[in-house]
């Protein structure tokens, strides 16, 4: 781990300036607004390590799979989130030297990001080898008030020099991604122009022809004489210079308005129009209003969902970074797109959709955001059902069986590892549970039967296929899997894949029951070609499916041969051999008994009411201590586990991993990117964990505790369209209802009622 990171309510902020840790807070540092975003590059020249990154939300290029070898139903290309034109770019040149943080003596270097008000700021001193000295200030946003546009002010002090300057505000899309499979540039010009009012660069990504307008327009205030100014054009590029004479110990701005506009947005011909009224209005209305629109934008969203904790600076941080990331990341305006696992912060993994989706990040927008933003999510595997069931046809099911990709961007699988594209099989429950999970929260039961049971149909016709009839068990079995611990590959029998597709053709069953008079169900039937004999099947599959179990340990059996490994708990690890995805051969991995995130408890924490206290105890007690963790998705599951048998210890250490899980580089992955859809997770372990917030039958109920760090908490949900506030002290819990309208809900078993802008206070129970 790592903890250069000030601890701070709510900033980000970094303090002296380590060039091994750039890459680290290139990703920490990552703004966006929903639409696009940008890693912490900085503005000026820098010739030190770094992943430049640019991403235009939706924009994707289909990279040829690079493998030794080819299976049939094997992707043929990977989506990847395309590093697109660089827009935050000005050149700085003090006497004809660059200004280069990797060249320069570096002093007071520190930089902020202020999640309160959603901006960027940096400040240092550097020393060039000419011996000039500038300090300087620089300040950006993606705008969350105008989702195309991006604004800088850049801020320059002549230390020990008066001179020439030379200022180099440029558009450049001739950029490729780190992780391109061929070294292959995915961008083609389409169109070009620079002159000192505005200049752009159109570019089209091959295959998929998305087009993207990148503009920008600039001016200079402060002690600057202009003596000479020109633009330059060449491929994939455009630049403004400007030189002027400056004074010492007299300040000057570069105020750089840009805007991206795609084909996500409008039609090709209107992107350079567009894109170019876009950023005169940003630059009419200037670089103060736009920040004060910021500010507004972004109290608008702290309003609803901020988590406050009191008596913890590392948790509280912790928590708004993960929350701000989130809403950087994820609007909910458009439902074409979705959460990538590393949001606007890296390119690895793609841009792409994930399980992760569904299993971690639904919970989060069903709380604290408007009802659409949680149906735009479903509706987004609505509309890729077609492609689910194309999926399932390269694999060899049939008749309109789904299977869901575990990465995709369009609804075609393109995962590139074997044992996940043909096994990890557990995302089509995932999304089925997704479906339960917004019908249960908001009561909207009409989603059912226009959208849910058509993918549920699907669903669980893959599961029906899937498994098969094992006369040696007299049992129907799920063969070759791999489950959520991807630590284990190609087994059999894994108890949360299984419990998944049960539960799936439980629920598909009930809503078919649930409808059967309705004449939609009837056009769904027809339309999809169900047979009332398939589930004759399902009832067949439920009553005689296997689930392994261990009567000795009273514990389910995460998979067929687990208790055949060598058992030891990960504390006996040496720490120079963690993480073991680093330092161990995959071939030890597999036969070890050490898991990368929570597998079986995966499935106990989803489904808890069908297990009692003991159950849970139990196989915590012998999975929990097997878990590395090396899954950013695993500890929020196993801390909000260890707040429901009172483990508060343990449940605060998975609530802090989650937490700073980036911040801290626990994994000394952040580099590559952010963790976005665990940071929801993080939301979880604290609403569900130490909140004991549950929604059974459309009723809520709390059963909050309280870590023995925080002396209080308060957050705000939405449910049932009313706003409620929960605060939670030593002595009591409070809920405020701010909205009109009365609203019952259960704490600590209790039944309550807050009347409309009415609260209610009951005692803290103690652990």
């Not at 608008?300 to 600076?313: H, P």
């Not at 993994?349 to 949680?374: H, I, K, M, N």
């Not at 078919?512 to 939609?520: G, I, N, P, T």
Request: proline share 3%; charged share 25%.
């Amino acid at each position: 781990m790592k903890h250069y990171i000030k601890h701070d309510p709510w900033s980000i902020i970094e303090e002296g300036f380590n060039p091994d840790y750039h890459p680290i807070s290139e990703s920490i540092f990552s703004i966006g607004n929903g639409s696009f975003g940008q890693r912490a590059n900085f503005e000026e020249t820098y010739t030190g390590k770094s992943l430049q990154g640019s991403y235009i939300a939706g924009v994707y290029y289909p990279d040829k799979t690079r493998v030794g070898w080819w299976k049939n139903g094997y992707p043929e290309y990977f989506a990847k989130v395309l590093n697109a034109a660089n827009w935050i770019g000005i050149e700085v040149l003090v006497n004809g030297i660059h200004l280069d943080l990797h060249t320069a003596e570096v002093k007071d270097f520190r930089r902020e990001l202020n999640m309160r008000e959603g901006w960027l700021k940096r400040n240092f001193t550097a020393k060039l080898p000419n011996g000039n000295e500038v300090g300087v200030e620089s300040i950006r946003f993606c705008s969350m008030a105008r989702p195309k546009v991006g604004a800088i002010k850049y801020t320059i002090t002549p230390l020990n020099f008066s001179g020439e300057v030379t200022l180099v505000p440029y558009v450049d899309a001739d950029v490729m991604n780190s992780d391109s499979n061929y070294d292959e540039k995915f961008w083609v010009e389409q169109e070009k122009k620079a002159t000192h009012d505005y200049s752009y660069v159109i570019a089209s990504t091959k295959k998929t022809d998305f087009w993207v307008s990148t503009g920008a327009s600039y001016h200079i205030d402060g002690q600057w004489e202009k003596t000479s100014s020109k633009t330059a054009e060449r491929e994939k590029y455009v630049e403004m210079r400007e030189t002027g004479l400056v004074t010492q110990g007299k300040p000057f701005t570069i105020y750089k308005y840009a805007s991206n506009v795609s084909t996500m947005d409008d039609v090709k011909r209107n992107l350079a129009k567009l894109c170019e009224e876009y950023v005169k209005e940003a630059k009419d209305a200037g670089f103060d209003k736009l920040l004060k629109e910021q500010r507004e934008a972004w109290a608008s969203k702290w309003e609803m969902n901020d988590i406050r904790i009191d008596g913890d600076v590392s948790a509280q941080q912790g928590i708004r970074f993960n929350i701000f990331q989130l809403n950087q990341t994820y609007t909910g305006e458009d439902e074409r797109l979705n959460i990538g696992p590393k949001g606007f912060t890296g390119e690895k993994y793609g841009g792409s959709t994930y399980w992760d989706t569904e299993a971690y990040c639904l919970p989060f927008y069903l709380a604290t955001a408007e009802q659409r933003v949680a149906r735009n999510l479903l509706i987004y595997r609505y509309k890729h059902l077609q492609k689910a069931i194309e999926n399932a046809q390269l694999l060899g099911f049939k008749d309109g069986a789904a299977l869901y990709p575990m990465v995709t961007i369009n609804g075609e699988e393109c995962h590139n590892e074997w044992e996940i594209t043909f096994e990890e099989i557990h995302r089509n429950g995932a999304i089925a549970y997704a479906i339960h999970d917004y019908i249960n929260y908001y009561g909207d039961e009409e989603y059912l039967i226009e959208y849910g049971l058509e993918v549920l149909i699907a669903i669980s016709r893959f599961w029906s296929q899937r498994v098969n009839w094992s006369e040696a068990k007299q049992k129907y079995v799920m063969l070759g899997v791999t489950g959520p611990n991807e630590y284990e590959n190609n087994v059999n029998n894994n108890w949360y894949t299984s419990k998944m597709a049960l539960w799936t053709m439980r629920y598909t069953m009930e809503g078919l029951a649930q409808w059967k008079d309705d004449e939609r169900l009837k056009a769904l039937k027809e339309r999809v070609k169900f047979n009332e004999t398939e589930t004759e099947r399902w009832k067949d599959i439920l009553e005689k499916m296997y689930l392994g179990h261990d009567e000795e340990r009273g514990i389910f059996l995460q998979q067929d041969g687990f208790l055949d490994k060598v058992i030891m708990p990960t504390s006996e690890l040496p720490k120079s051999e963690r993480p073991i995805h680093e330092k161990w051969s995959w071939d030890r991995i597999l036969r070890s008994c050490f898991i990368k995130q929570a597998d079986t408890l995966q499935g106990i924490y989803l489904f808890e009411d069908e297990f009692d206290i003991e159950t849970i105890k139990r196989n915590f007690d012998f999975y929990e201590p097997l878990t590395v963790h090396e899954s950013s998705l695993s500890p929020c599951v196993h801390g909000i586990l260890a707040s429901r048998l009172g483990r508060k210890e343990k449940a605060y250490e998975m609530y802090m991993r989650t937490a700073r899980l980036d911040l801290d580089d626990y994994n000394n992955d952040t580099k590559d990117g952010c963790h976005t859809t665990s940071m929801a997770g993080t939301w979880m372990a604290f609403a569900k964990g130490f909140a004991g917030m549950r929604v059974r039958k459309g009723e809520l109920f709390l059963s909050p505790s309280l870590p023995d760090q925080w002396t209080g908490y308060a957050f705000r949900i939405k449910f049932k369209e009313k706003y409620l506030i929960i605060e939670v002290s030593q002595s009591e819990v409070t809920i405020k209802n701010d909205s009109e309208g009365d609203l019952g809900f259960t704490i600590f078993g209790n039944s309550y009622e807050a009347k409309g802008k009415g609260s209610v206070s009951v005692p803290m129970q103690k652990a």
